[in-house]
């Protein structure tokens, strides 16, 4: 009977601890690069915590399957290989910060939870507004415009960047830059063929980069070993 009792208790210290380390919790600020460890067999969640919500994921989909869900304003995402040690996606949230999420994979870990907290309350700036009301072609166009030129259209915040997207094995692709109002986000992406052979690119191939893609561009179409060209999307949140 003595014997019952321990074995029933070390199950429950066990339960207790593994809980414990199922949540996970981090300060972040813009641009930040959160590493954090999850299961491999199961989703995990990661969400932003009080008011804040999460309106957005995008990564390999070769590499791991995300899951948003726009009402509760969450990420359910694992990786699709149970043989995959490491998988990186970007989460936008309501006040269209953008947070690097590096996950280390684990199978002896349970579903493992993540939630942000800014580190800084943000305040819209109401210049931000016009943009619903103007013409939607002509926004995504001015965006566009504005990225090829190197300048933040009137409204919009400019960020540089200098993150490294996993997608192709021929293709090394950065994110350079990040325009964002409060309907639009701009993607400045540099891609450099790394591959020995000569590679097309057409601008349907990027429509499925990530959620709310409703515009590509490109600065060049064919890139031998060694070139490079801009890529530019434009996205929507709202």
Same mark, same amino acid.
């Given at each position: 009977? %003595?014997?019952?009792?321990?074995?029933?208790?070390?199950?429950?210290?066990?339960?207790?601890?593994?809980?414990?380390?199922?949540?996970?919790?981090?300060?972040?600020?813009?641009?930040? #690069?959160?590493?954090?460890?999850?299961?491999?067999?199961?989703?995990?969640?990661?969400?932003?915590?009080?008011?804040? %919500?999460?309106?957005?994921?995008?990564?390999?989909? =070769?590499?791991?399957?995300?899951?948003?869900?726009?009402?509760?304003?969450? #990420?359910?995402?694992?990786?699709?290989?149970?043989?995959?040690? =490491?998988?990186?996606?970007? #989460?936008?949230?309501?006040?269209?910060?953008? !947070?690097?999420?590096?996950?280390?994979?684990?199978?002896?870990?349970?579903?493992?939870?993540?939630?942000?907290?800014?580190?800084?309350?943000?305040? %819209?700036?109401?210049?931000?507004?016009?943009?619903?009301?103007?013409?939607?072609?002509?926004?995504?166009?001015?965006?566009?415009?504005?990225?090829?030129?190197?300048?933040?259209?009137?409204?919009?915040?400019?960020?540089? =960047?200098?993150?490294?997207?996993?997608?192709?094995?021929?293709?090394?692709?950065?994110?350079?830059?990040?325009?964002?109002?409060?309907?639009?986000?701009?993607?400045?992406?540099?891609? #450099?063929?790394?591959?020995?052979?000569?590679?097309?690119?057409?601008?349907?191939?990027?429509?499925?980069?990530?959620?709310?893609?409703?515009?590509?561009?490109?600065?060049?179409?064919?890139?031998?070993?060694?070139?490079?060209?801009?890529? !530019?999307?434009?996205?929507? !949140?709202?």
């Amino acid at each position: 009977m %003595k014997n019952l009792v321990k074995y029933t208790f070390i199950l429950l210290v066990s339960a207790v601890c593994q809980n414990s380390l199922a949540a996970q919790s981090y300060k972040v600020d813009d641009g930040d #690069v959160i590493e954090i460890s999850v299961a491999s067999h199961e989703f995990n969640r990661i969400a932003m915590k009080g008011e804040t %919500k999460l309106i957005g994921a995008r990564g390999n989909k =070769k590499e791991e399957e995300l899951k948003f869900d726009s009402n509760l304003g969450e #990420v359910l995402f694992k990786p699709k290989s149970s043989l995959t040690n =490491k998988i990186s996606f970007f #989460v936008t949230d309501s006040n269209h910060q953008t !947070y690097t999420v590096h996950a280390k994979v684990s199978p002896h870990l349970p579903p493992q939870t993540s939630s942000l907290e800014p580190k800084n309350k943000i305040i %819209k700036q109401k210049g931000f507004s016009r943009f619903k009301t103007q013409p939607y072609l002509k926004s995504i166009k001015q965006l566009l415009k504005g990225m090829a030129l190197g300048e933040a259209p009137s409204g919009y915040l400019y960020q540089e =960047k200098d993150d490294g997207v996993p997608l192709w094995k021929e293709t090394k692709i950065t994110l350079k830059a990040l325009y964002r109002s409060d309907y639009l986000e701009g993607d400045v992406y540099v891609l #450099v063929n790394v591959s020995d052979k000569p590679m097309r690119l057409n601008e349907s191939e990027f429509m499925g980069f990530g959620d709310g893609v409703k515009a590509v561009a490109l600065s060049l179409h064919q890139l031998r070993k060694g070139e490079s060209a801009f890529l !530019y999307i434009v996205r929507k !949140y709202q």
